[in-house]
């Protein structure tokens, strides 16, 4: 693991494509289809996540609290301060079962999952993960080790590679 950057993994408003997103940022966020406006009560809820692989399936994206669409990673054109822009209506399919396990947003999953040791033992807590657009594939996870040790140290960085196991819940680190 090493220390990062403040601003590596903060919100950021980006007017053009960007080739990787802090997902957290996402959570919340309009989805928008170009021109749209006002934007429809479409919002990102959560995603599907193949833990095994480490990789986003697609962004779960509903209207009020229930999901209703999945929105592959690949077809966000632009993220903005206003919301997340898709190609067309088209890239929004119906939410299906399969391919990954749904993982709401406030529902545990990967933020808020414990980071342990090859042998059980806490490390911290994943704050938020950072994937690539193009094929949704986890690159770093922000960790909490505590307050106190986050505001001295600031938070760490852990590469997906040196992630041995991933679950709901639950990463556990090589040795």
């Known amino acids: 693991m090493q220390n990062s950057p403040e601003a590596e993994m ?6 053009e494509r960007p080739s990787e997103v802090n997902y957290a940022a996402l959570l919340g966020k309009p989805v928008l289809t170009p021109g749209e406006s006002p934007p429809a009560s479409r919002n990102v809820r959560g995603a599907k996540v193949d833990f095994g692989a480490q990789r986003i399936v697609s962004l779960l994206v509903g209207d009020r609290k229930r999901p209703r669409w999945e929105l592959p990673p690949s077809d966000v054109q632009t993220i903005e301060q206003k919301g997340v822009t ?31 040791g090859p042998r059980g033992d806490p490390i911290g807590t994943i704050v938020s993960f950072v994937f690539q657009l193009m094929d949704g594939a986890i690159s770093r996870y922000e960790v909490s080790r505590g307050f106190l040790r986050d505001l001295l140290h600031g938070r760490r960085v852990l590469s997906s590679e040196e992630v041995a ?8 680190v090589e040795e």
């Open 10 to 15: 903060t919100e950021a408003t980006f007017s």
């Open 86 to 116: 898709v190609a067309g209506e088209a890239s929004l399919r119906p939410l299906t079962h399969g391919g990954g396990r749904l993982v709401f947003a406030g529902q545990g999953g990967l933020i808020g999952a414990q980071l342990v």
């Open 165 to 172: 196991r991933a679950s709901m819940g639950e990463l556990v």
